[in-house]
């Protein structure tokens, strides 16, 4: 038995255990300090978009900001509300926070490295279906949105993990057609595979299909310009109102880890994973060693930043815009493009496809998706246009027993105005009742 980590130490832990807690750990911290650093990053971002200062006191640029305020999150009175079922309470963050950490276990963010004289991949597990792996882990955090909105025992919090579960489940449809096009082009669910099938050329290349899933991604993740579930002028907070302290801190850590799942797992489908971008490619060690984990943190950084320029710059949708848009426009494209694709592939391996061939099958693609994109926009504003105005009742100022503005669509009634001849009799008489006081004092 090799006991070469723990020396003169009796021990009979292999190797591999310690290396594979040792990643687990590593993998852990780095989850957190993104999370801290992601908050200062889209603070001072945003500040930077809006001309504003952002965070400069605690720490060098405020780099310390997001710690002081995890511990102002830790020290705040933690309040529970009476009509709450506390077991479910207390349980939803936790159901929420943990499948956020367990996604990132499939994702390389390397290749193989030396670690205290071993070899070993810079990823802590590689399964054959890593990716279904994270869409099926994923997919339980939803149970705590539902979970916390529920067991509040409040009206807002329900609408809004009502809202956040229906669009979650939504997106994930699409999400999960978008990654049926790279199994087909890589040969495999395998997350270090797909690393490995773009070794030439990476899969961006698939448009349709990296444009679904980051369009997808946001949504998932309730990132503005898609934060149905928390918008505040109608929700309060959304599904986490009623909590606080910890509690509330592990939803946010929960919604910052899922950020960086969703942008690992592009970079990892889409953008070569590990692999350095070109010039960089050019060097023969860039793919070699610990650098790739230096081009895999900076794909990461400009994902990030692209979320925080969607917040700092689109407004947020109206909620059945964004659900139409999801189940009327992504899976359908998604499901044609998917098609176009297998049709494609299995040409492309039959060798049916080259030459002029493959260019009329090309422009007849893009001709196909553009008519199909051109009638859904034509039916949607012929939808519109059709739509009878609804009908609004009429105002009633005492609705209810008490004064009420009016509603939109609603008008108040017009004031009568009196007339010159009401106003002089009402002056006349006004000024008559002070003469007739003064002569008669008694």
Do not use: C
């Not at 994270?134 to 949105?145: D, F, K, N, P, R």
């Not at 980051?214 to 949504?219: A, D, L, Y």
């Not at 650098?291 to 794909?299: A, E, N, R, T």
Request: net charge neutral; aromatic share 14%; no cysteine.
């Amino acid at each position: 038995m090799d006991h070469w980590f723990l020396g003169s130490f009796d021990t009979h832990i292999p190797w591999w255990f310690i290396l594979v807690a040792i990643k687990a750990v590593a993998a852990f911290a780095i989850l957190v300090v993104l999370t801290l650093f992601n908050i200062w990053y889209e603070r001072r971002v945003v500040s930077w978009m809006q001309m504003r200062v952002g965070p400069n006191r605690v720490g060098p640029q405020g780099l310390l900001q997001s710690l002081a305020d995890g511990v102002k999150l830790a020290l705040k009175e933690d309040i529970v509300p009476a009509n709450a079922d506390k077991a479910v309470f207390w349980l939803a963050p936790v159901v929420s926070a943990i499948p956020a950490f367990l996604a990132i276990a499939v994702v390389p963010w390397g290749p193989e490295v030396s670690i205290f004289h071993h070899w070993t991949t810079l990823q802590l597990v590689d399964l054959p279906i890593g990716v279904l792996y994270v869409l099926a882990v994923s997919s339980i955090g939803i149970y705590g949105v539902v979970l916390a909105g529920w067991s509040s025992g409040s009206t807002y919090p329900l609408l809004g993990a009502l809202r956040s579960s229906a669009q979650m489940i939504s997106y994930e449809v699409a999400m999960g057609l978008s990654f049926a096009g790279v199994f087909l082009y890589a040969g495999t669910m395998s997350t270090s595979g797909i690393v490995g099938a773009q070794q030439s050329r990476w899969f961006i290349y698939l448009v349709p299909s990296a444009a679904i899933y980051i369009i997808s991604m946001v949504g998932e993740t309730n990132r503005a310009p898609f934060d149905l579930a928390e918008a505040e002028g109608e929700l309060v907070g959304g599904f986490h109102t009623e909590y606080t302290s910890l509690k509330f801190a592990l939803f946010f850590l929960a919604e910052y880890i899922n950020l960086v799942t969703v942008s690992a797992l592009a970079i990892t489908m889409f953008f070569g994973g590990w692999r350095a971008p070109w010039p960089l490619s050019l060097w023969s060690g860039a793919n070699s060693g610990w650098y790739p984990m230096i081009w895999f943190l900076v794909k990461l950084l400009i994902f990030v930043f692209v979320f925080i320029w969607l917040r700092g710059t689109l407004p947020r949708l109206r909620y059945d815009q964004f659900m139409a848009f999801g189940w009327k426009v992504l899976i359908p494209v998604s499901l044609l493009w998917l098609l176009a694709l297998a049709t494609f592939r299995q040409l492309k391996n039959h060798n049916d496809l080259t030459g002029a061939n493959g260019t009329a099958f090309y422009v007849g693609v893009a001709v196909l998706f553009l008519i199909v994109l051109l009638g859904l926009e034509i039916r949607e504003r012929n939808r519109i246009r059709s739509t009878p105005p609804l009908s609004v009742p009429g105002f009633q100022p005492l609705a209810g027993g008490f004064p009420v503005p009016p509603m939109p669509g609603q008008s108040a009634p017009p004031v009568a105005r009196r007339t010159q001849y009401a106003r002089t009799a009402a002056l006349t008489a006004a000024t008559n009742g002070t003469i007739a006081e003064e002569a008669n004092p008694e």
